[in-house]
């Protein structure tokens, strides 16, 4: 199926990761409060300061270009090309072993794994006393892996004796599991401007970019491996990761999806992109300026972004010029949002439906942070008293995306451009490795042994 027709995609369910409550800073004993997002950078501001190198070296192919839609890779064409469009069933959110809160939480399953269950086969997942075996009724027809960025590299330092910060504090915390572990790697995130642990990753930080370069390479090799090129087109597998951004523990996460094998040598995580323009312009400059490397990015769990998510802060301190500009690389770069996942959904809350009641807008809402999904953060309260504005930790109507869909409108009526036209998905956000696994009967969670 991959690199057909852009048909359209009807994802699964969704989670995310829990954060810890502080800032990360290089030592973990440091007080920290929480931090404001850095004032938006101008467009014409340096890339972050690290280098990344494309392996975009090669021409796409133009197999196809007279029909619907062109292939940009060598491959056999689909038998079943519809001009009129297929619908297809996958899911564009799935955490493995190689995301920090995933394994924290037990989950041994690899991208290998994912994909092999993606597919129809039976894996072995984290179970209580013993592991459980599981497998789709249905296979999908695509999924994309999509472990978190930021700590590709800190995660495979913190399991491999004899790394270089193996020894560190950090990665003794870490291994003993559970949610102090997650917050041990995941705190530092919730800084403005986020920074490594230099304990982990030596000063120069090159331990960690260096094993994020292997891992990486590996889930590139992993997609290929289930990717079927022959014109039976019975699976895809997209190159993904997650951008996983939250500053004051306030989820501004996006699924970041490669339509091709061309791809930067690096992710572009939160820690050389703090703030959502930030990613965009670097993906821009990484990817789709180079010949046949195309991206797109997913937000999601808006409903936990404390009002962050479409409230187009981006825009402070642009001329009229750039501010247009801008407003067309969001729309440009993100056309599609999950919708609804394991935290909820984000397309509304009864408080925000315009002047009048939707009870519908209750269904499947959850009402706490980003670490509500652990069981302990009470339902957050509105943002300013009514629920307008940024916050943090708190809901603001700008979190959902009826809300952002009207704002796009206004928008457009003062600007001439609209900045929020997106279609809907959903996800599963699994930390298990089981993409699609959203059967009630027997189901059992999304992370661990839940």
């Not at 994020?212 to 090799?221: G, I």
């Not at 290929?224 to 997209?238: G, L």
């Amino acid at each position: 199926m991959r690199r057909r027709a852009p048909s359209v995609l009807v994802a699964l369910l969704a989670m995310g990761c829990p954060s810890g409550p502080d800032a990360g800073r290089d030592d973990l004993d440091a007080e920290v409060s929480p931090v404001e997002p850095d004032a938006p950078r101008r467009l014409d501001a340096p890339l972050p300061d690290i280098t990344y190198v494309s392996t975009c070296d090669a021409p796409p192919s133009d197999a196809g270009s007279a029909e619907l839609v062109r292939y940009t890779e060598d491959r056999e064409p689909c038998a079943d090309r519809n001009p009129l469009r297929n619908v297809y069933f996958g899911d564009l959110h799935v955490h493995t072993r190689n995301s920090f809160d995933s394994w924290a939480a037990g989950n041994e399953t690899t991208p290998e794994d994912a994909y092999r269950f993606a597919r129809g086969q039976e894996v072995a997942i984290a179970g209580d006393p013993v592991p459980r075996r599981v497998r789709l009724g249905r296979p999908l027809d695509f999924a994309a892996v999509t472990d978190h960025s930021e700590f590709l590299g800190e995660v495979d330092v913190c399991r491999e004796p004899g790394a270089p910060g193996y020894d560190s504090r950090t990665c003794q915390m870490y291994r003993e599991g559970g949610r102090d572990a997650t917050v041990a790697i995941g705190i530092r995130l919730a800084a403005g401007s986020p920074l490594r642990d230099r304990g982990v990753c030596g000063e120069d930080l090159a331990a960690c970019r260096d094993r994020a370069r292997t891992v990486w390479q590996e889930m590139q090799r992993t997609a290929e491996r289930h990717y079927d090129r022959t014109a039976s087109c019975t699976f895809t597998s997209f190159v993904a990761y997650e951008y996983t951004l939250s500053p004051a523990v306030n989820n501004l996460h996006r699924n970041v999806i490669f339509r091709n094998e061309r791809v930067p040598e690096l992710p572009v995580s939160a820690y050389e992109a703090p703030a959502p323009e930030e990613i965009w312009r670097a993906l821009e400059a990484t990817c789709t300026a180079c010949e046949g490397c195309e991206v797109l990015a997913i937000p999601h769990n808006g409903n936990q972004s404390a009002g962050r998510m479409y409230a187009l802060t981006e825009l402070e301190g642009l001329d009229e010029t750039e501010t247009r500009e801008r407003l067309a690389q969001r729309r440009r770069m993100e056309p599609i949002v999950e919708i609804s996942q394991h935290k909820g959904t984000s397309e509304c809350r009864p408080e925000t439906s315009f002047g009048f009641t939707d009870e519908q807008c209750d269904f499947e809402l959850v009402r706490g942070g980003l670490v509500a999904t652990a069981g302990i953060s009470p339902p957050l309260p509105p943002c300013n008293g009514d629920g307008t504005g940024i916050g943090s930790n708190c809901w603001s109507r700008d979190d959902y995306i009826r809300h952002a869909l009207s704002l796009g409108l206004d928008v457009e009526r003062t600007r001439g451009v609209i900045p929020i036209e997106q279609g809907f998905i959903g996800s599963t956000a699994t930390h298990n490795g089981t993409p699609g696994r959203v059967e009630e009967e027997g189901f059992g969670g999304l992370i661990g042994v839940s």
